[in-house]
């Protein structure tokens, strides 16, 4: 069965500095992996996502990806961060289910970004 | 596209009584799943609809929880006898046929006294 581990639960940085979120995946198939960003009191915006190809993906608000399939890992990267990027982040994998693709997430990252 | 919307935002019921929740997904959409994320977790997947058919429930979805999407468009989901441990975000979403995709709602945040 497919799973997402997200190795820190919480990630405190400060302003302009780089950040990276693990995230680690068990999957005996192939695999799409998502980043979703879930700001306070609201639901999943979609970061970035992996289907195939380059394996340096670029997605909204200045993140990149990093899938590494021999390390079964995507880790999310921003090399400056802003106020504004604290939420909390969460890595998925797509697991097809009758033909529709069920997302298994990780337990999520806090990222807070301190002045 | 004014992408997926989901009331109420939040809803707080006393133990045993029966809540309902709606989800409209994006309109050309015609996947819809439910999720449900408890405090300090990932969301975890109930159930997910191709136009009206339900085509999978997770065994989180006891007997208590029904879904429908009657017409293939907006879809509700109804806990009957609520108990505590259903205090959580249910959160909808949409996408294509063949989709690599899912579009997530605000959610709506319930809790049970």
New interface residues.
């Given amino acids: 069965a497919q799973s997402?581990t997200q190795l820190d639960s919480q990630v405190p940085v400060f302003e302009e500095a780089p950040v990276e979120l693990r995230c680690n995946y068990s999957s005996s198939v192939s695999v799409?992996l998502?980043w979703?960003v879930q700001y306070p009191?609201?639901?999943?915006?979609?970061l970035l996502?992996y289907?195939s190809g380059s394996t340096l993906v670029k997605g909204i608000n200045g993140f990149e990806a990093e899938f590494n399939k021999s390390q079964t890992s995507f880790h999310l990267r921003k090399p400056s961060v802003h106020i504004s990027d604290t939420a909390e982040y969460?890595c998925?994998v797509?697991v097809t289910?009758?033909?529709?693709?069920?997302?298994?997430?990780?337990?999520?990252t806090r990222l807070t970004i301190n002045p | 596209d004014t992408g997926v919307s989901q009331n109420p935002r939040h809803k707080i019921t006393k133990r045993g009584q029966n809540v309902t929740f709606r989800c409209d997904p994006i309109s050309e959409h015609n996947r819809l799943y439910w999720y449900r994320q408890t405090l300090g977790q990932g969301p975890e997947f109930l159930t997910y609809f191709q136009n009206e058919a339900q085509l999978e429930k997770s065994r989180l979805l006891s007997d208590r929880f029904s879904a429908e999407r009657p017409k293939g468009s907006f879809s509700t989901l109804e806990i009957q006898r609520t108990e505590q441990g259903d205090s959580a975000m249910y959160l909808c979403a949409s996408s294509l046929v063949g989709g690599d995709t899912q579009y997530f709602g605000p959610g709506t945040r319930l809790t049970v006294l």
């Fill in positions: 997402v799409y998502f979703y009191n609201q639901g999943l915006q979609l996502k289907l969460f998925a797509s289910v009758l033909g529709a693709q069920k997302l298994v997430f990780g337990q999520g």
